[in-house]
């Protein structure tokens, strides 16, 4: 109940998280079942979980095997040998803290396994726009380059009848400089296609499909309810957190460290047979006693040195924290700016420039085809309208992927997110 209350809650103060991108999310499903980092730290926190079953288990015994090389004559016989069992005891309160430090040094390990994810969904998060904005360039040149294409004909017919090469020139020119800028393009997705292989711990044949980029929402970000998720669920802080904790039982445990400890334990001496002619001989059964030890912490200056040691790291510990939250924070508030700033990009862009461009071209080539133009004022639209789009689309991506490293550093898990895109 607690869960999806809180993923509501974000659903409403993060606005705009709920045009999911079913490419991303399935490439973060793909991402959490099988990227071996993450498989690494699943194993590393069952194991950090297994230690709590052993933490408050007793010493081993020992068992002492003797043999009297010169046996001692006693009433009942000569000694031979002699067998101890000793059982030795942790101090007092020593057990239940080794439990405690192996159920922080769990947490912790957990808070770093989620921490790892969400790293690697960032990763995966800049990857992925980058990938889905090269793909909308990709058919952006293309389509630019088809323009000009067409625009050929009409220039060569020109020239045919008299007219100025040089505009046929220029026009060649230009395709070719697009030619080159699309075949930069294409060895780019190659590039980044393989890193999203890598990022997803499985290769494809071939190259990765473009995902689509759509445009993204235009709402702003509730920043006091981010900052305060932040605080709350961001599993790098609760990481530091778990050792902040190990910390604190790893203390107490050193403090019940420097108590006594004890040993108890049984000893049975083997005899021989006794010698028939002393007048000492008796028969008789073989010995056996109990007897316990203390283990005195006589060098109080070492156990001092050892608390005081454990005490410096607890509060390394919690600078460190104060330290993380500050760069979190500030990092929040970067990726916050940033989707602002490409929201009004997008606004500047998509409201005015677009059109603008768009109408210029159609009056270049309109011009041109009646001679009003020159060939090169025609390239020149054609440019300034790629390049609009281009920033345009740039914005787009930068807003998506601003959008989800700002969800990253907010939730506390990766299921969390994934959950988070799933939500109608």
């Given amino acids: 109940m607690k869960h999806a209350l809180f993923l509501l809650i974000l659903s409403v103060s993060c606005v705009g998280l709920l045009q999911a991108d079913d490419a991303f999310t399935t490439a973060l499903r ?24 052993y933490a408050d288990v007793l010493p081993n015994p020992s068992l002492t095997l003797g043999h009297f ?21 942790p101090a007092f309160g020593e057990r239940a803290a080794r439990v405690q430090v192996a159920e922080a040094a769990t947490e912790q390990a957990l ?19 980058e990938y889905a904005y090269l793909g909308k360039a990709t058919r952006l040149t293309e389509e630019n380059l088809r323009l000009l294409s067409d625009v050929q004909p009409v220039v060569a017919t020109k020239v045919a009848a008299g007219g100025n090469l040089n505009s046929l020139l220029r026009l060649n020119v230009e395709q070719e400089r697009l030619s080159d800028q699309l075949r930069s393009l294409q060895a780019r997705r190659e590039q980044l296609s393989i890193r999203l292989d890598s990022l997803l711990g499985a290769e494809t044949e071939g190259l990765r499909p473009w995902p689509k980029l759509i445009e993204p929402s235009t709402n702003r970000f509730d920043v006091v309810t981010l900052k305060r998720q932040l605080t709350l669920n961001n599993p790098v802080l609760r990481q530091q957190e778990g050792k902040m904790k190990v910390a604190e039982a790893r203390e107490s445990l050193v403090a019940k460290e420097g108590n006594p400890r004890f040993a108890v334990g049984i000893s049975y001496i083997q005899l021989g047979d006794p010698d028939q002619s002393s007048s000492l001989s008796s028969s008789g059964e073989d010995p056996w006693s109990v007897h316990a030890s203390i283990q005195i912490p006589l060098w109080r200056g070492a156990e ?30 970067e990726r916050i700016s940033l989707h602002v700033d490409a929201q009004r990009k997008l606004q500047v862009y998509g409201d005015t420039l677009l059109g603008l461009a768009r109408q210029a071209v159609e009056n270049s080539r309109a011009g041109y085809e009646n001679g009003s133009t020159t060939v090169l004022e025609l390239i020149d639209s054609e440019r300034s309208l790629l390049a609009v789009e281009l920033e345009y689309w740039r914005a787009a991506a930068n807003a998506h992927t ?18 988070s895109e799933d939500m109608p």
């Fill in 69 to 89: 090389v010169e046996s001692v004559q006693t009433r009942t016989g000569p000694q031979e040998n002699v067998i101890s069992l000793n059982q030795p005891f």
């Fill in 30 to 53: 793909q991402l959490k079942r099988q990227h071996p980092r993450l498989v690494a730290k699943r194993l590393e926190t069952d194991a950090a979980r297994s230690r709590i079953g």
């Fill in 111 to 129: 808070q770093e396994e989620h921490a790892v994810a969400l790293q690697l969904a960032g990763h995966l998060t800049r990857v992925f726009y």
């Fill in 402 to 419: 601003q959008q989800k490293l700002i969800q990253i550093l907010i939730y506390p898990d990766l299921e969390s997110l994934i959950q």
């Fill in 304 to 333: 001092k040195a050892k608390q005081e040691e454990a005490a410096r790291m607890r509060i390394a510990e919690e600078s460190r924290k104060e330290d993380l939250t500050r760069t979190l924070q500030a990092d929040l508030k």
